[in-house]
C-alpha cells in the first residue's frame, strides 16, 4: 500500500476513535443530566405535595380557632396535633429542598458571585478557590 494511503487510513482511524470517545461523553453526560432532571422534577414533586398539606393544615386551624373565637366545644390538643404535624411537614420540606440544591450543577463563588460548575475547583472569574 502507498505510504500517503496508509497515513491517511491511520488519520481516519485516529478522528474515528476522537470521535467515538466524544460521542460516548456526550451519551453518558446526557444520560446524567437526564437522571438529574428526573431527580428533580421527583423531588419537586414532593415539595409541591407537602406544601399542599401544610395548606390544609393552615385551612384546618384556622376552622379550630374561628370556632374557639365562635364558643364551640373543641378538642384541647386539637391545634397542637395539627401544629405538631406542620413541623413535620415544614422539616420535610426543609430535606427535600437541600436534596434539591445539591442536585444542581451550578454554583455561585462566595466572593464574586459568578456562577460556576460545581465540579470547579477555583471561579473563573475570580480565581479564588470554591
Known amino acids: 500500500m502507498d505510504n500517503n494511503v496508509s497515513m491517511i487510513l491511520e488519520k481516519i482511524k485516529v478522528v474515528a476513535e476522537q470521535t467515538r470517545t466524544a460521542t460516548v461523553r456526550a451519551a453518558d453526560r446526557a444520560g446524567r443530566k437526564a437522571n438529574e432532571m428526573a431527580q428533580a422534577t421527583r423531588l419537586n414533586l414532593q415539595i409541591f405535595d407537602r406544601n399542599t398539606e401544610c395548606e390544609v393544615l393552615y385551612k384546618e386551624i384556622g376552622k379550630v380557632i374561628y370556632d374557639i373565637h365562635q364558643g364551640a366545644e373543641t378538642k384541647e390538643d386539637a391545634i397542637e396535633d ?17 436534596e434539591l440544591g445539591s442536585l444542581k450543577t451550578v454554583c455561585n463563588c462566595p466572593h464574586c458571585g459568578r456562577q460556576c460548575s460545581r465540579e470547579d475547583a477555583y471561579c473563573a472569574g475570580c480565581g479564588n478557590p470554591l
Not at 395539627?82 to 420535610?92: I, P, Q, S, V, Y
Open 82 to 98: 395539627k401544629l405538631l404535624a406542620l413541623d413535620a411537614l415544614h422539616a420535610e420540606l426543609d430535606a427535600l429542598r437541600t
